[in-house]
């Protein structure tokens, strides 16, 4: 089933990911598609895979590599500056360990865009697959949007620095209406009641950041971003403009975690909780067919 004009938004949140890899492997197995896919970090890596049409992929690099002592951990961030093992993720694991199908990932002709963030300018930066080879895109765009600040170093696209697109556009849902996009598919990596509060360690922006004093006042004020987009997001649901996969039981998943076990019932959880949603998923889907919103 070819969705046209309904975009599939997927949230960032690290380790949380690996919900995202089980909605996208049951969406797979439905054999849905999107014409457009819009991706923040950890979700835009689940895309990337969706885009590759690699089935069980995005379990193998969220859950079952991830006891590699490269994955991620404070030698990552004495070695190279990234708590995550940028190298190794980014190279190792694409190239050798768990290979990813460049070819029918440039080949795809839907559009895939990844959100990053400019530290100059402080502002967000949508990169598309269809402009960039393959390996480049994977290597330097991928990573980009997966650089948290002050855990990882900026990466360098073009002559511009870049961190995490989670930073000013954490779901990127306004990007996709703007796009042509009235309706969505939005996979996020939080419970429904969870909201930010501000951060507790901006004395550690200001120390690690000092070169991008515009970044620095955005990231004081993010958690206010991230609240009002769920607002956005609840209230595209309740008009049948969206439809939202987002983890039902309560999570035990952090950003950073590392128990196998854990993230593989994560996994599991996204993809059982998307598959008991897909009777209610393809009646959101034949109203629009139709031409409804009423939900």
């Known amino acids: 089933m070819f969705l046209k ?4 938004v997927l949230e960032g949140g690290g380790m949380r990911g690996a919900y995202t890899s089980g909605v996208l492997d049951a969406l797979m197995d439905e054999n849905i598609k999107c014409s457009y896919v819009i991706g923040v970090s950890a979700g835009a890596n689940n895309g990337a895979d969706f885009i590759a049409k690699q089935r069980d992929r995005n379990k193998k690099v969220f859950v079952d590599i991830v006891g590699d002592k490269r994955y991620l951990g404070i030698m990552n961030l004495l070695k190279e500056g990234s708590y995550f093992g940028m190298n190794f993720l980014f190279d ?16 795809n002709p839907v559009t895939f865009k ?10 967000s930066v949508y990169f598309s697959h269809k402009d960039y080879d393959a390996k480049y895109f994977v290597q330097k765009i991928l990573r980009a949007s997966c650089s948290l600040p002050i855990l990882s170093l900026p990466v360098e696209i073009n002559g511009s620095s870049y961190l995490d697109g989670g930073i000013i556009d954490p779901i990127p849902i306004d990007q996709s209406m703007k796009e042509g996009n009235p309706y969505n598919i939005i996979v996020l990596t939080r419970n429904k009641n969870y909201r930010k509060t501000p951060s507790k360690l901006n004395f550690l922006t200001n120390i690690f950041l000092y070169k991008y004093p515009k970044l620095i006042k955005i990231i004081k004020t993010r958690y206010k971003k991230y609240n009002d987009c769920v607002e956005t997001i609840n209230d595209l649901e309740s008009k049948g403009y969206a439809y939202v996969f987002r983890p039902r039981k309560e999570l035990s998943v952090d950003r950073f975690e590392k128990d196998i076990s854990k993230l593989n019932d994560l996994y599991k959880q996204g993809y059982e909780e998307t598959i008991n949603q897909m009777e209610s998923f393809k009646k959101w889907m034949k109203r629009i067919e139709e031409g409804s919103t009423n939900v």
Request: proline share 7%; with cysteine; glycine share 6%.
């Open 5 to 8: 004009n309904i975009g599939l």
């Open 92 to 107: 190792e694991v694409p190239n050798v360990l768990v290979p990813f199908d460049y070819e029918t990932f440039a080949n």
């Open 114 to 123: 990844v959100c990053t963030t400019d530290c100059e300018a402080g502002q």
